[in-house]
Antibody, heavy 119, light 108 residues
Framework: EVQLVQSGAEVKKPGESLKISCKGS????????ITWVRQMPGKGLEWMGI????????TYSPSFQGQVSISADKSINTAYLQWSSLKASDIGMYYC????????????WGQGTMVTVSS | SYEVAQPPSVSVSPGQTARITCSGD??????AYWYQQKPGQAPVLVID???KRPSGIPERFSGSSSGTMATLIISGAQVEDEADYYC???????????FGGGTKLTVL
């Protein structure tokens, strides 16, 4: 079964660092782009950026450039989303998703990771 | 920055046809993708490249695009189709994706 499994919910304080993960299975992880999408509580989807695990080529949304870091370790079929210093406004559900090989649609989604930032 | 606009809500009775629109300046040259998100669940791709239905998506879901507007059509909407629907396309540079604000579909 093709799937993306994300790491569990996190509760952090402002200023702390955080790295969440997205592990792919059932397909050739290195050959598919992985994207990250934010959903703040009660709000819509926001595209954050995308990475190609094969060579770590990465593109960020201008809205998220410099705010987060996207990386991947193809040896363990895992992509990451990282913050060096969390803010209260980083609260939200974060989804990873796979980009289709034949279109620009995101065909497989992880279950989401909830990030709570509170002092 | 590029924006994709959707109506906040659409309401239909069961069995009626629901139409959800999406407008964006890049749509004449870029495909629209539609995602369904039910409460507490991850999004699901229901329409690919303007009008293609992925495997497993019911035939009542279809899509079209003309000029700067794309449309998701649910023919004979069911109660289980109640969800938030998001349009997504790439911007004119082709390097970034943008989601619309989402449309809440009510079927009752």
């Amino acid at each position: 079964e093709v799937q993306l499994v994300q790491s569990g919910a996190e509760v952090k304080k402002p200023g702390e660092s955080l790295k969440i993960s997205c592990k792919g299975s059932g397909y050739s992880f290195s050959n598919y782009w992985i994207t990250w999408v934010r959903q703040m509580p009660g709000k819509g989807l926001e595209w954050m950026g995308i990475i190609y695990p094969g060579d770590s080529d990465t593109t960020y949304s201008p809205s998220f450039q410099g705010q987060v870091s996207i990386s991947a370790d193809k040896s363990i079929n895992t992509a990451y989303l990282q913050w060096s210093s969390l803010k209260a406004s980083d609260i939200g559900m974060y989804y990873c998703a796979r980009l289709s090989l034949v279109s620009d649609g995101f065909d497989i989604w992880g279950q989401g990771t909830m990030v709570t930032v509170s002092s | 920055s590029y924006e994709v606009a959707q109506p906040p809500s659409v309401s239909v009775s069961p069995g009626q046809t629901a139409r959800i629109t999406c407008s964006g300046d890049a749509l004449p040259k870029k495909f629209a993708y539609w995602y369904q998100q039910k409460p507490g669940q991850a999004p699901v791709l229901v329409i690919d490249e303007d009008s293609k239905r992925p495997s497993g998506i019911p035939e009542r879901f279809s899509g079209s695009s003309s000029g700067t507007m794309a449309t998701l059509i649910i023919s004979g909407a069911q109660v289980e189709d109640e969800a938030d629907y998001y349009c997504c396309s790439k911007d004119s540079s082709g390097n970034h994706w943008v989601f619309g604000g989402g449309t809440k579909l009510t079927v009752l």
